[in-house]
């Protein structure tokens, strides 16, 4: 691989995302929001619109993610290129993002305070988190480290502030719901 060219990387980034797309059509997911329409922002939680635009609360996660996927890839993997590493966690953050439309993890996110009525991704909206994680990897290649980690906080901390939600309190949720996280959560919508 480390024979790629740049072009080579960018056709293969392409074609996975190809492959998510069509993963998630197959798996009976919209294109769009059912509302017919694309926003750049959908910034209410706790409306069918949360999943379904370009970007919501839950983008600064999948920021997060490309910050983890580039730790865990660096100390995994610390001969290959940064770009080498970037497509594998192209490949770890798509086959989260089928798995996280399948109608068991749809049905586990329903569980939770702030998810009742989820119905997974739309499309636009699983792209636009592979695009979100590829983000914060190239900002955590690109970046200090301690400037990765202050951005990280700030997110976990903004995100758990202004919905009472982020990606430690999604991932507890997930593995098992803890009666005073939903509490909070639903006092805070």
């Known amino acids: 691989m480390s024979t790629f060219t740049w ?12 492959v998510q797309a069509t993963a998630l059509h197959l798996l009976g997911q919209s294109a ?4 017919g329409y694309v ?3 959908e910034g209410v939680v706790t409306s069918a ?12 996660t999948h920021i997060i993610h490309g910050f983890l996927f580039y730790l865990l890839l660096w100390i995994l993997f610390p001969r ?26 749809i049905q586990a996110y329903r569980q939770q305070a702030l998810a009742r009525g ?14 979100m994680m590829m983000l914060g990897f190239i ?5 200090p480290t301690w400037s990765i980690v202050v951005l990280a906080l700030m ?22 719901p803890f009666d005073t996280i939903t509490q909070w959560q639903s006092g805070g919508v």
């Not at 072009?7 to 074609?15: E, Y």
């Not at 901390?157 to 991932?171: K, M, P, Q, R, S």
């Open 7 to 18: 072009r080579t990387r960018l056709l293969i980034g392409a074609i996975l995302l190809i």
């Open 32 to 35: 769009i929001c059912t509302c």
């Open 39 to 41: 926003k750049l922002w």
């Open 49 to 60: 619109g949360t999943s379904q635009h370009l970007s919501d609360w839950y983008s600064f």
């Open 80 to 105: 290959l290129s940064a770009p080498q590493r970037l497509l594998i966690a192209l490949g770890l953050e798509i086959s989260w993002e089928i798995a996280e439309n399948t109608p068991y993890v």
């Open 118 to 131: 989820y119905v997974g991704d739309s499309i636009i909206n699983s792209l636009s988190d592979s695009c």
């Open 139 to 143: 900002l955590a290649w690109r970046l």
């Open 155 to 176: 997110m976990e901390i903004g995100v758990a502030y202004f919905i009472h939600d982020n990606l430690t309190l999604n991932i507890l949720n997930f593995i098992h």
